[in-house]
């Protein structure tokens, strides 16, 4: 049975947030209001400013987006997807980046799990050579046009049960297992793998892997440290 190497995404590969991404060209090209930048430029200058919270900005942006998706054609999603992602597909991590190549090398299988929509990993991630993409799929109608629904929210909300579906659905081992993860969300598969990474982690996740004896790496600027 082939090993598994599972990655949480934004933060971790990529050095901002696809999501963000996604909803900044959204208003920028007139498919999202641009009254609803307003929404969230408090929370981004607090976060830039560090005086917020980085979950503050980033539930902004979510709900911007949950706010705006209805309606809005697939079609134009996706263009705007691809184009964001061949324009910023380089902006990654160097660590993992370089983690990611020598791991197909070892054969690994490549599962991303992500809270973003698949609808963009799936360009960022093809280009990485992951061999499958699990993100937040948005139901679209009879028109070809999002309804503003998740697709079965509750279990793509659940990494763990997300991972544990792919392991056996694509008949993969845990043995030998590494996952790689930047937030307290990932904590769920993290726990299921053999060596667990906690790479820039935000504060919840760095408490909870000193707990737990867990691997963790920060990278800044050209270098790149072994915390634990």
């Known amino acids: 049975m082939q090993k598994v190497a ?20 959204l208003i920028e090209e007139g498919i999202f209001s ?5 929404d969230f430029a408090r929370q981004r200058l607090a976060w830039l ?3 917020g919270e980085y979950d503050a900005y980033i539930h902004a942006i979510i709900k911007v987006f949950m706010q705006n998706i209805k309606g ?3 079609a134009d999603f996706s263009r705007v997807a691809e184009e964001v992602v061949a324009e910023q597909k380089d902006r ?3 660590y993992t980046r370089d983690l990611i190549k020598d791991l197909k090398k070892k054969d690994y299988f490549l599962l991303a799990v992500s809270h973003s929509p698949k609808g963009v990993l799936d360009h960022f991630c093809k280009r990485l050579g992951f061999d499958k ?7 679209t109608g009879p028109t070809e046009r999002f309804t503003g629904k998740i697709t079965e929210e509750t279990f793509m909300l659940n990494k763990a049960a997300v991972v544990q579906h792919a392991v056996a659905k694509e008949k993969l081992s845990l043995k030998g297992s590494i996952g790689v993860g930047d937030t307290e969300s990932d904590i769920p598969f993290l726990e299921l793998v053999d060596e667990p990474m906690c790479f820039n982690p935000n504060a919840k ?6 707990r737990s004896g867990w691997k963790v790496i920060v990278e800044r600027k ?3 440290y072994i915390i634990q």
């Open 222 to 224: 050209d270098v790149v």
């Open 34 to 38: 641009k009254q609803k930048a307003q």
């Open 72 to 74: 809005v054609a697939y």
């Open 6 to 25: 599972i990655f949480d995404i934004d933060g971790t590969i990529f050095r901002s947030s696809l999501l963000i991404q996604i909803v900044d060209r």
């Open 133 to 139: 993409v699990y993100g937040l799929m948005y139901e």
């Open 205 to 210: 996740l760095y408490a909870h892997a000193k």
């Open 92 to 94: 990654v991590y160097r």
């Open 49 to 51: 400013d560090r005086k």
